[in-house]
């Protein structure tokens, strides 16, 4: 079955240090790829996705994701969190056939002074 | 550009009665909207997706009689929460699509959600 792995339900991260959120799908071939964020009681937002071309993709606020086929996941990434980054983020996966978006169960993450 | 909003954002209504949630694509014209709900500290769970002009398609096990769903026009859909009880109390998400001249697969851009609590 089509399914979106988050491995980690949270994940505390000192302000400034770097962040790695990990994703894995299991697709029979290679779906469209979504990172999204969730403040408290608020809608998602898109942060960035990736349909095919360049492995590494820039989103916004500064995160950015790598789609790496041979390990079927899609790990984002931000350099130097800030406090205003905590929030859920939840990957998602897009097979275009079927056009139904799979959600991963979410990592949640907090930021620490 | 690509904003979603809901209204309203959060609504209290006593056990029995109907509300209605409303869905806009503000700044584009969207060809498909999707129902979610979400539980507290869960995923999303799609309820339902509808296209302008024609009946919505419900996931398995959420009853269209219950969850009556309108998509009247390319910018605004409706999700009605007919006869409601305690245990419909959640939060409620839209989010809207359009098709992407490239031919890029749809990307969904959300609305903020709604909180309904039914007493």
């Known amino acids: 079955a089509q399914s979106v792995t988050q491995p980690d339900i949270h994940i505390t991260v000192s302000e400034g240090a770097s962040l790695e959120l990990r994703c894995n799908y299991s697709?029979?071939?290679?779906?469209?790829l979504f990172w999204y964020v969730q403040s408290p009681g608020q809608g998602l937002q898109l942060l960035l996705k990736?349909?095919?071309?360049?492995?590494l993709v820039q989103g916004i606020k500064g995160f950015e994701a790598e789609f790496k086929r041979s390990q079927s996941s899609f790990n984002l990434r931000k350099p130097s969190v800030h406090w205003s980054d905590a929030a859920e983020y939840f990957c998602a996966a897009l097979n275009t056939g079927f056009q139904k978006l799979v959600f991963g169960t979410g990592t949640r993450l907090l930021v620490s002074p | 550009g690509a904003v979603v909003s809901q209204h309203p954002s959060r609504v209290i209504c006593k056990s029995g009665t109907s509300v209605k949630i409303e869905c806009r694509s503000l700044d584009f014209q969207a060809t498909t909207m999707f129902w979610y709900r979400q539980f507290p500290k869960q995923s999303l769970m799609l309820m339902a997706t509808?296209?302008?002009?024609?009946?919505?398609?419900?996931e398995q096990g959420v009853e269209k009689d219950k969850f009556l769903i309108n998509h009247a026009s390319l910018t605004l859909s409706t999700l009605t929460v007919t006869s409601a009880h305690p245990e419909d109390s959640s939060f409620y998400i839209c989010?809207?699509?359009?098709?992407?001249?490239?031919?890029?697969?749809?990307?969904?851009?959300f609305g903020p959600g709604t909180r309904l609590t039914v007493l």
């Open positions: 989010s809207a699509s359009y098709n992407q001249p490239s031919g890029e697969a749809d990307t969904q851009y």
């Open positions: 697709y029979g071939a290679t779906p469209y």
């Open positions: 990736y349909f095919s071309g360049d492995t």
């Open positions: 509808s296209n302008e002009g024609s009946k919505a398609t419900y």
